[in-house]
Every structure is written in C-alpha cells, then in structure tokens.
C-alpha cells in the first residue's frame, strides 16, 4: 500500500522531525518500533519478528482537521506499543490503522500526549484483528513448489513460473531486466502476438511498435502478497488467450518487482515493505521503499533521508536496481499506453499526481478509464469501491506512477486490491483465487476502452 510521510523523529533511529504539522500529517503506514522499543524497519534479519500480542484497530479524522492529525499520528509513532500500520482517505476522512501491543485503548494510551481537549471524541476506534500473531504466524511455513493460486508461493517459485510460462508459449518472452543486490534476477513477461519482434525492439532500442501496450507492476512492496498472485495470474490467463486476443495490445507483465524484499517477508518479517538494499552507516537498517526512489519530485514530500523509516527514499533518485529495471521498461518500449501498479490494501484506484494535490493536466480522461475498469469488476464481484486521485489529502514523491504519467504514458495509476482492512497485507489463501479471478475480469474488459475494435470481449 502506498503511504506518505514526512521525516519524523523514530524512536532509537536518532533522527529529529522535519517539515510542519501538514507535513507531518500526510503519511501512510509508518513502521515505528518493535516491542522492544528498537525501529522494527531497522531489522537486519538476524531472527524472525513475533507480532503475537499485536491488534489491530482503525480510528478516524476529518480530513480538514489537520491539526488533529498532526497530533495524533505524532503521539503514535513515539508510543512504543503503537504502529502506524495504513492509512487511507474515505468519505473526508483520513482512515487510520493502527497495530498496538497494548490491551489498552488509544485513548489510554496516546491521549494525555495529545493535548486536545476534544480527543475523547476524536480517538474512537474500531477494532480490526485481535490477535495479529495468529495470521502471520501461519506464514513461517512458507510454501514453495508449482505455483498455482491457492496459496502464497516463494519467490523462486514465482520466478520459475514465469521461466516456464514463457518456454512453452510462442506468445510469451522472458526479459531479465535487472539483477536485486541480493543477485535476484527481476523479470518481465512480454505476451503478445509477435513477442519475440517486441523483445528485439527492446534489446535493439528500436522503437516502431504502433500497437498499445499495457504494463503491470506487482509486488514493488514486499509484504503485499496478494499482488504478485494476481500477476502471475494475469499471465497465465493471457498465455491461454491466443492470437485472436492478442492481435490488440502487448502486454507487459513484471510478476514480481520486488524479489529480494517479498523472499524476506517469507523468512524474517512477513510486515517488511522495502527492498534489501545493505546500508554501510547503519546495519540495523537496510531497504529502501522502491515507490519513493522514482526519479519525479523525489525527496519532495511523503519520504524521508532517514533509512530506518519505511518510506526511506534512498541516497538518490532511481538508486536501486529494481527502479531502475522499471524506468528501462518505461523509456525502451513505445506506446505504452496503460501503466499500472498493483499494491493492497483498501480497493481504490488511484490516478496521477500523488506528490501535490493540483489535478493531472488529463485528469478527466484518467479519471473516466478508471472508473470504467472499477464498473468492469463490479461487473463480476465487488473488489474495487473507489477512485480518487493520489494526492488528496497527502502526498508524496517518487512514486512508479507519476514517472510512468510523466513519461507520456497517458494512463498511469496505482491500483490497491483488496481488502479495506479486515486482513489488510494478511489476505486469507482462501481469498487468492476470486480476487485474481475478478481483477483479471477487469483488465481484460477494460481493453475495450483501450481499443475500440476489442469492445466485444466481455459480451
């Protein structure tokens, strides 16, 4: 999920708070501490988190009260039993999800550091999941094998699918488009009616394709699981639809964006969100948040130097291998025509600019495609609810999106798969396989909005 911050003080990270209560204000799951007062986004995987005792509950704030929620979302990242987990804005108001390792509520926990005398009637909460060490804990056994989409797989098996995928399609090629510092290979999937044309075109850095092409990035945050699930699905869907299909679009899939950071959350951390990139100035705190590291208003706003902090935008625009395989994507292929990033959690599609509230030069036509993929779903289930631009009510820098847009890609989103909250990151195995299913619905008949002669494929 995609959340936005400013540099702010973590407790045992010793880095003081930056920027102004609006600032402040606009940020989306920060990591703080673990139990033992430590920043649990500093892990160096020496053993595996225990988030047993760990709730979550969700309280809320209009959006226009700022002030309210500069103080609050302050007083929880310096509480040592409170993480801000996600936040999302719904019917203006600035959703809040909160993981505690207290039994105490916030009001009890957070209130005399408020200092409001109205926080009795701002703190009210709802509780989420009451024991969050009984969903992660089912995780250590992590599964490897044939993928298949009943369970979450490791990433060599999602690795492997894809090698797989793409030796026994004439349709389907395999780039490798990078190399993660943990040697990883990042892969991409082009699936079209003359793949091996496409790749040459890549390769060679010519750029005549005509046709659209559709690209879709999974799995750029580590511990949203469901996302490259939905990718490989996608995939393997595409590879059944044949030439007939095919003749519209190329398709572009990277199955899993993030390999280093996604094995990780396997291992050590199922909450872990950034890559693995080693920090030589402190240990204790690798990673860098990938949707912060584009090279588009970076270190603006919703990020921060601090490279203990969740959203750590790293030493300098598009510094990691893993953005940079997406950028040689992006500027090698043409006419691409759709860009979208796939993350969880809260079903909404989110649409250009997410770093300042001032609407896209477009903003109607991206607003419109979106609406239409939503009614797509709706059409056979109800996984999407909303559509909203990026920035509103906060903002950050450096995300996958805004570069594709300002790359001239003239339909560029985030697109956050379900749920609102019940699960979160921990979507239950049993929900893999209808919410693959239906968002595959939805890019499937959205290539009719895309290509008129295609508007027949959902009748």
């Known amino acids: 999920a995609d959340f936005r911050r400013a540099d702010m003080q973590l407790p045992g990270c010793g880095v003081a708070a930056r920027g102004g209560a609006v600032a402040i204000m606009f940020q989306l799951m920060l990591i703080i501490t673990s139990i033992i007062g430590d920043c649990v986004s500093s892990h160096d995987g020496s053993a595996p988190v225990d988030y047993s005792g760990w709730s979550v509950v969700r309280t809320s704030i209009p959006i226009s009260d700022k002030d309210a929620t500069n103080d609050i ?72 094998g044939r993928l298949g989409w009943d369970k979450y797989y490791r990433a060599s098996s999602i690795q492997q699918f894809s090698e797989e995928l793409a030796s026994n399609n004439d349709n389907i090629e395999l780039l490798r488009i990078g190399t993660t510092r943990g040697g990883r290979t990042i892969q991409a999937l082009v699936i079209a009616d003359n793949a091996k044309r496409e790749v040459n075109w890549y390769n060679s850095r010519h750029r005549p394709s005509s046709k659209p092409i559709i690209m879709l990035e999974f799995g750029l945050h580590a511990r949203e699981w469901i996302s490259p699930a939905v990718g490989t699905y996608i995939a393997n869907e595409l590879s059944k639809m044949g030439s007939s299909f095919l003749q519209h679009a190329t398709w572009i899939l990277i199955p899993l964006a993030n390999p280093d950071g996604y094995e990780y959350s396997h291992t050590n951390d199922r909450m872990w969100r ?35 902090s969740e959203v750590y935008h790293g030493t300098s625009p598009m510094s990691e291998p893993e953005s940079i395989a997406i950028k040689k994507l992006i500027t090698r292929f043409s006419n ?9 959690y809260s079903q909404v599609v989110l649409y250009p600019f ?15 495609f979106a609406m239409a993929f939503t009614s797509n779903i709706k059409e056979k289930g109800e996984k999407l609810s909303m559509v909203q631009q990026a920035g509103y009510g906060y903002q950050s820098g450096g995300g996958s999106d805004d570069y594709a847009y300002k790359q001239g890609i003239p339909y560029a989103y985030t697109l956050e798969l379900p749920d609102k909250g019940n699960y979160g990151f921990l979507m239950p195995e049993s929900e893999i396989f209808s919410t693959c299913r239906e968002i595959w619905a939805g890019f499937k008949c959205q290539l009719g909005e895309l290509v008129p002669e295609a508007k027949g494929i959902c009748s």
């Open 73 to 144: 979302l302050s007083a929880i990242e310096n509480n040592n039993k409170l993480r801000l987990m996600h936040t999302f804005v719904q019917d203006n108001a600035l959703m809040i999800d909160v993981m505690k390792n207290t039994r105490n509520s916030l009001l009890d926990t957070i209130g005399p550091l408020v200092g409001r005398s109205d926080v009795e009637g701002v703190l009210l909460e709802e509780q989420l999941i009451e024991d969050l060490g009984n969903l992660t804990a089912p995780y250590a056994r992590s599964t490897e």
């Open 336 to 344: 691409i025509q759709v860009y979208m990033s796939i993350h969880s």
């Open 274 to 308: 950034k890559n693995r990139r080693p920090n030589t100035k402190n240990y204790k705190c690798p990673g860098v948040d990938l949707n912060r590291n584009f090279d588009i208003k970076w270190a603006t706003t919703g990020s921060s130097s601090n490279p203990c």
């Open 354 to 368: 997410a770093y300042t509230e001032d609407p896209a030069p477009t903003e109607r036509e991206l607003r419109n």
